[in-house]
């Protein structure tokens, strides 16, 4: 593909809503990072995928935030029973690269933005 | 735990400048560092990569580098442009990682006419 995609562009939720994002990889692309951007701070990480294992879920800032990437190519962000905490822009990034070989260098998506009201 | 710092927080500048952005981290065991533009509303648009092998990259009117041992880059921009303006952001990457970034806050650049 031409690069990475996310959608909804923009979402607006109710606190205790449940909210489904999702990241379309650029194809062939084995990596797949999500970040979490508040308003005026850079990204910080949430988890990472190699195929379709989740190596590291480190980030991600409660169990009401799960991750999935079934068949190693689109993923799904899933946050449960919103906050106002979670209000963000939450970006996705794919690499070619795996462990060992290359720069790693990852190409991001737009961002979805979430707002929980 | 790596952290990354970026001064300054917010730059204004005219036309025609030329201007450095700085960058520091805690921990020297990087594996490359990056520097990206954000634009509003939009993704992140990486601008140069320097393994930590390198001392610098350059790109057009940018020019980054690398002091591994002292932790600190930066990004020199050259004749700056009003199209310069957004937020730069800085950001690391392990040694023993997978290729996960450590990111600074950044710095909002204004360039007006």
């Known amino acids: 593909g031409a690069g990475v995609s996310q959608s909804p562009r923009y979402k607006v939720a109710k606190r205790g809503q449940d909210v489904a994002l999702r990241c379309d990889p650029i194809?062939?692309?084995?990596?797949l990072f999500w970040y979490q951007q508040a308003l005026g701070q850079g990204p910080e990480f949430l988890t990472y995928?190699?195929?379709?294992?989740?190596l590291d879920k480190s980030g991600l800032p409660s169990d009401r935030f799960f991750a999935e990437r079934p068949e190693g190519s689109v993923s799904t962000l899933k946050i449960q029973r919103t906050q106002q905490e979670d209000s963000a822009v939450y970006l996705c990034a794919s690499s070619q690269t795996t462990w060992g070989k290359g720069t790693y260098e990852q190409y991001f998506g737009p961002g979805t933005r979430l707002t929980v009201t | 735990k790596q952290e990354v710092t970026q001064i300054p927080a917010a730059l204004s500048v005219p036309e025609g400048e030329n201007l450095v952005l700085n960058c520091s981290f805690t921990d020297s065991a990087i594996y490359n560092l990056q520097w990206f533009r954000q634009d509003p509303g939009k993704g992140l648009t990486s601008l140069l990569l320097?393994?930590?092998?390198?001392r610098e990259q350059t790109s057009g009117r940018l020019n980054a580098s690398l002091d591994k041992s002292s932790g600190r880059s930066t990004l020199y921009i050259a004749a700056s442009q009003p199209g310069d303006s957004a937020t730069y952001l800085c950001?690391?990457?392990?040694?023993?990682?997978?290729?996960?970034?450590?990111f600074g806050q950044g710095t909002i650049l204004t360039v007006h006419p």
């Open positions: 950001a690391v990457r392990r040694g023993t990682s997978y290729g996960k970034l450590t």
């Open positions: 194809s062939g692309h084995v990596s």
């Open positions: 995928f190699q195929n379709e294992a989740q």
């Open positions: 320097i393994q930590s092998s390198q």
